[in-house]
C-alpha cells in the first residue's frame, strides 16, 4: 500500500458562498448542519432527501447530479453512492472545486476532520481519509482535556498580546515564547 498524499490543513471561510451536497440521506444531512452553521449557501441535490433536508430551507434539486450543479460551487460534498460520488469527483476536478466523498477517499479531494470547538478556539483532526471514526475518538478527547472557560481566557490572552506586538512591531518569531509567559502569568500566585 503507497503512502497517502500529504495534507494541506486549511480552514474555509463560507459565507455565503455556493456550496452543493449531493446526496439527500443521514450523512448529507449531518454535513447540512455544518455548512449552514459556516453561513455557506447550500443547494442539496438528490432525487430524495431527509425531512430535515427539506425542512432546512436550502435550495434543493430533486433529481439525479448533473455535472453543470457545480459550475458556481466552492466545495461540494458527495454524501452518494460511489458510482455517483465518483461522477461528482470528475465534474469537481474538471471544474477545480474541492470535493469532500463522505467515507470515500478515492473520490475527494478534501476530507473533512473531527472538529473541536471550546471557547472561540478549532481545532481539525484528520487521518487522511483512512479513519475517520479515530478522528471521532481524538475530537471526544480533546473536547474532554480542553476545558472551556480556560480556552476563552487564553483565547484573550492571546489576543491582547497579539495586538501589543502589531503595535510594537514584534517580530513573527519573538511570539510565541512571549505568549507562553503571558498565560503562565494566568496560573502564578500573586
Known amino acids: 500500500m503507497s503512502a497517502p498524499a500529504p495534507l494541506f490543513p486549511v480552514f474555509l471561510k463560507l459565507t455565503d458562498r455556493p456550496v452543493v451536497i449531493v446526496g439527500g440521506g443521514a450523512v448529507a444531512t449531518t454535513k447540512l448542519s455544518a455548512l449552514l452553521a459556516a453561513d455557506a449557501r447550500v443547494t442539496v441535490v438528490a432525487p430524495e432527501v431527509s425531512r430535515r433536508i427539506a425542512e432546512s430551507g436550502v435550495t434543493i434539486r430533486c433529481r439525479r447530479f448533473e455535472a453543470s450543479d457545480l459550475d458556481e460551487a466552492w466545495l461540494v460534498v458527495a454524501a452518494a453512492p460511489r458510482a455517483v460520488n465518483r461522477a461528482v469527483a470528475a465534474a469537481a476536478e474538471h ?62 490572552v492571546a489576543r491582547d498580546e497579539r495586538a501589543a506586538w502589531i503595535a510594537t512591531g514584534v517580530p513573527m518569531e519573538q511570539r510565541r515564547p512571549l505568549l507562553l509567559r503571558a498565560l503562565e502569568s494566568l496560573y502564578n500566585d500573586p
Open 95 to 156: 471544474r477545480r472545486v474541492f470535493v469532500n466523498a463522505v467515507d470515500d477517499p478515492p473520490n475527494a479531494s478534501a476530507y473533512l476532520g473531527g472538529v473541536v470547538r471550546q471557547g472561540g478556539v478549532t481545532v481539525a483532526i484528520s487521518t487522511d481519509g483512512q479513519a475517520p471514526a479515530l478522528a471521532g475518538l481524538i475530537r471526544q478527547a480533546l473536547e474532554t482535556l480542553l476545558p472551556e472557560e480556560e480556552v476563552k481566557r487564553w483565547l484573550s
